[in-house]
């Protein structure tokens, strides 16, 4: 999708060669307008929640909040929290926002990977048979250092007492050995609830309420300077804090959570009378990842700011009318 | 499908103790209840959102907590012997008692509650019965006092047991009539609040005893009591008969709904009208009237009395 809105808003802003917009230029505004309608589907989930309950929304193809929840859902990540001491965790740098925390109050073993493989789980010390592995089981990849921290599969089958099938590479494909993991049931999970800093003191303090392993909550706190931040973004990740305290096990924490999309880029490598070439087989590609539905809206946004950069008001009337005209067919 | 397989039911699918399933089916965890109602009554398109689930798990556990006072008929029973002091400590989650029995010879004896005192706090006095204060000014209170004293070491009570005020006392046989120095002819009828010859008990709430006359130490005393449903705080462990599973969702969307602001009287009226009608029900439900039980009450119609 991203060099079909490259071209569209090359060829609207073209005049007389003077509209051209360099990737570099491009790659920005692509970033800046996707991030702009990302979030904007969170506002219009919220107006098209409450026209449902007024009855201004129907079932069917009808159902707005349905497709508008199906974005969202695409952006959604489940990833163990890696363990920062005790019962403080850090959350993952990308997230937007955090649906949902639970607790696997149940580890089954735990471990460092001895040998690498795809799809395999290979740990010369452990006993999985005997220690009562079964398939179902989710595996975690706890080494916090390693960039697939967090990652975690499913127990497809247990080969051995030292070997697992897993339903996916949770410590990467060439890096699997010397990670350490965790096993854990997949029965008895609880959701812990998030609770506001203002309220923890009383939820703790209360003998009905206070927080248990059945009914675990956590508060959101600020990153520390000990997070590890995503490496790309240089974002640092905030924490939680899961009470009761006694939640301290690595890798039994895990958050679904909505992350951001990622930047997009326009990748060439070569010139073709002057003009890059568009390439998608560089390694830094990255489309759209809003749905193609989202193009017009896309290239609207992108034309204000292409607008503003070449002083050229029309292209930036053109966007802003397009936009308005967007949002009022969607209301 | 089943919840659990027979053989968890019936034999906790071999672990111990194999009892645990055994009627476990009649009741429906605190854990269940929460998740339920998060899952039914709270969202976007019902009466109740933006709800906080520990909110949903207070009122659950304020529900369960009213339904063992006075809906449930979920009486537990400790037997424990007496100490030293003839006192038998209440149960670690005893909220009120229903009856209290000594175990004797085989034997259940419903014992009757003391109609007098049987404690006291008292202040150390001297001589004059001037009360003394240390230097702090604070009266010097000692541990027992001598109501206390008295209790635990046999005091004579008014009931007509063994440590009756007049038991073992002497009197006259006068041509075949008894005389005595007190006045036990003197009364006309019987006061059938303390004439009963069993041992008697009396509860000192503040201190969390239960205080016994006119018993041995080492007595086995059966103490049958309501709780409050909170397992001592285990929320694993908690559970609901399933009667009362519609009324504890309706009770939890009434306090919340009664709670909050901006809701139409109307609808917490109507939500008031739904707990309170699905509490009754339950209780005709659990009260469990059905023609075999009636029918062996009816029974006795034609007795003659005597």
Redesign the interface.
């Known amino acids: 999708m991203i060099n079909s809105v490259r071209n569209t808003v090359l060829a609207i802003a073209n005049k007389n060669n003077y509209g051209y917009i360099s990737p570099q230029d491009f790659n920005l505004y692509a970033q800046q307008a996707q991030m702009d309608l990302f979030e904007d589907y969170f506002y219009q989930y919220n107006a098209w ?1 409450n026209k ?2 007024q009855r201004l929304s129907g079932s069917g193809y009808a159902d707005i909040v349905k497709g508008l929840v199906e974005v969202i859902d695409s952006f959604s990540v489940t990833r163990s929290l890696a363990q920062q001491g005790a019962n403080l965790f850090n959350l993952p740098s990308d997230y937007y926002l955090i649906n949902k925390v639970n607790y696997f109050p149940t580890q089954i073993t735990s471990g460092t990977s001895t040998a690498a493989g795809v799809n395999t789980l290979t740990d010369t010390a452990a006993t999985f048979v005997s220690s009562g592995v079964k398939v179902g089981q989710q595996v975690v990849n706890t080494t916090a250092s390693s960039s697939y921290s967090g990652f975690s599969a499913f127990v497809i089958s247990v080969d051995s007492e030292t070997q697992l099938t897993l339903s996916y590479s949770p410590f990467g494909v060439a890096a699997t050995i010397g990670n350490s993991y965790g096993i854990f049931n997949t029965t008895g999970i609880v ?1 812990v ?1 998030r ?1 506001n800093q203002n309220k923890i003191f009383y ?1 703790n303090n ?4 206070a927080p ?1 392993t ?2 675990p ?1 956590y508060v959101l706190g600020g990153a520390t300077t000990s997070v590890v931040g995503d490496a790309n973004t240089g974002q640092l990740g905030n924490t939680i804090t899961v009470y009761p305290t006694t939640i301290t096990n690595n890798g039994s924490v895990t958050a679904e959570y909505i992350r951001y999309p990622l930047s997009p880029k326009w990748t060439y490598q070569t010139l073709s009378s002057g003009e890059p070439l568009f390439d998608i087989n560089q390694a830094d590609y990255q489309d759209f990842e809003l749905p193609s539905s989202d193009e017009p809206g896309i290239v609207a946004k992108i034309c204000q700011y292409i607008g503003i950069e070449i002083r050229e008001g029309d292209v930036y009337q053109f966007g802003k009318q397009e936009e308005v005209q967007n949002n009022q067919i969607q209301t | 499908m089943a919840y659990i397989n027979d053989y968890a039911y019936y034999a906790n699918s071999g672990a111990i103790p194999q009892d645990k399933n055994w009627g476990s089916y009649q009741y429906v965890s605190l854990n269940d209840i929460v998740n339920n109602f998060m899952l039914m009554y709270q969202g976007n398109h019902e009466l109740i959102n933006n709800l906080n689930r520990y909110q949903v798990l207070f009122h659950a556990k304020r529900g369960i907590q009213e339904l063992n006072y006075d809906a449930m008929k979920e009486v537990k029973v400790l037997q424990m012997d007496l100490d030293d002091n003839l006192r038998f400590i209440l149960p670690s989650d005893y909220v009120n008692w229903v009856r209290i029995s000594q175990y004797l010879n085989g034997v259940l004896y419903p014992l009757t509650e003391n109609i007098q005192t049987g404690w006291a706090s008292t202040y150390l006095q001297d001589n004059n019965a001037k009360i003394i204060y240390d230097q702090d000014g604070n009266v010097l209170k000692p541990q027992f006092s001598q109501l206390d004293m008295s209790f635990t070491s046999g005091a004579k009570t008014i009931y007509l047991n063994e440590s009756s005020a007049y038991n073992n006392q002497s009197g006259w046989n006068v041509d075949g009539c008894w005389y005595f120095d007190f006045g036990i002819g003197a009364r006309f009828g019987l006061n059938t609040e303390t004439a009963n010859a069993n041992p008697t008990f009396s509860i000192d709430k503040q201190r969390g005893v239960i205080n016994f006359s006119s018993i041995g130490n080492g007595a086995s005393v059966v103490v049958e009591y309501v709780s409050d449903g909170m397992e001592n705080g285990e929320d694993g462990s908690i559970s609901v008969n399933k009667l009362f599973e519609e009324y504890l969702y309706a009770y939890v969307k009434y306090s919340l709904l009664n709670g909050r602001l901006g809701v139409q009287e109307y609808i917490v009226n109507r939500a008031r009208k739904d707990k309170s009608s699905l509490l009754r029900n339950a209780k005709i439900r659990l009260s469990n009237i059905h023609p075999g039980r009636l029918l062996m009450s009816l029974r006795g119609q034609d007795k003659w009395l005597k």
């Open positions: 929640t449902e309950n959701e609830e609770v939820l209360s003998p009905l309420t248990s059945g009914f909550a």
